[in-house]
């Protein structure tokens, strides 16, 4: 089937930086997007989401960049903290179809 | 209270026997799910319920059979495991099914068939 993104990558960042997460989705008739964070032995957690109709959406300490010309979502988070070490994950849908996930990225907060 | 709460956290079991996992939402959520998460992290939808109704069904062997006694729940039957079987199984739910759903998982249920 489709799949979102690239193999599980691994992002390390120091404490108090920025990090960014990246994402290559596959469908351009995907319209809607979700991030998720799943802390160890707990589940997907939802962060943030956006619209196709969108190019940038903002949260707590979050955004997300949507680029529809090259099929990129993006995940910035702004001063890093230990508390956010988690594996990422996009999802992608349009409406009425599944989401389809992205295998993730491993961000480690280093002290 | 936790919202999507699924039983057993852990389960280690045999090849060739049958174990059943149990999901709960006290979400008031009409669509309830199966994701299976590999060894890569790797989440794949297995079966979406709305209203007690089986909607999707992807390609999944048939010794996996889901049951949902009401909408609230959504249980995972899995006949004669094999050692492919094992993952993390997490349960879902959302509003409804129009697609722009925020999904909510519940944490997991590692499976490790010996």
């Known amino acids: 089937g489709e799949s979102v993104g690239l193999h599980l990558p691994t992002l390390s960042v120091q404490e108090g930086d920025n990090s960014i997460i990246n994402c290559a989705y596959s469908?351009?008739?995907?319209?809607?997007f979700i991030w998720y964070k799943q802390e160890s032995g707990k589940g997907p957690q939802f962060i943030i989401d956006?619209?196709?109709?969108?190019d940038k959406r903002q949260g707590q300490r979050v955004t997300v960049l949507l680029n529809k010309t090259v099929k990129h979502l993006s995940l910035q988070i702004a001063a890093t903290q230990p508390g956010d070490s988690a594996v990422y994950f996009c999802?992608?849908?349009?409406?009425?179809?599944?989401?389809?996930f992205g295998p993730g990225t491993r961000l480690s907060v280093l002290p | 209270d936790t919202a999507v709460s699924q039983t057993p956290k852990y389960l280690v079991t045999q090849m060739g026997n049958d174990k059943s996992i149990k999901c709960e939402q006290n979400?008031?959520?009409?669509?309830m799910y199966w994701y299976k998460q590999d060894s890569k992290k790797f989440l794949k939808i297995m079966f979406s319920?709305?209203?007690?109704?089986?909607?999707i069904n992807e390609t999944v062997p048939n010794r996996f059979s889901p049951k949902s006694p009401d909408k609230a729940h959504l249980n995972l039957h899995i006949n004669s495991l094999e050692l492919g079987d094992s993952a993390v199984y997490f349960c879902?739910?959302?509003?409804?099914?129009?697609?722009?759903?925020?999904?909510?998982f519940g944490s997991g249920t590692q499976l490790s068939v010996l």
């Open positions: 469908n351009s008739a995907s319209d809607y």
């Open positions: 956006i619209r196709s109709n969108m």
């Open positions: 879902a739910s959302s509003h409804g099914t129009g697609g722009h759903e925020k999904l909510f």
């Open positions: 319920y709305n209203n007690k109704e089986l909607i």
């Open positions: 999802a992608e849908t349009n409406y009425g179809q599944n989401f389809v």
């Open positions: 979400l008031g959520h009409d669509t």
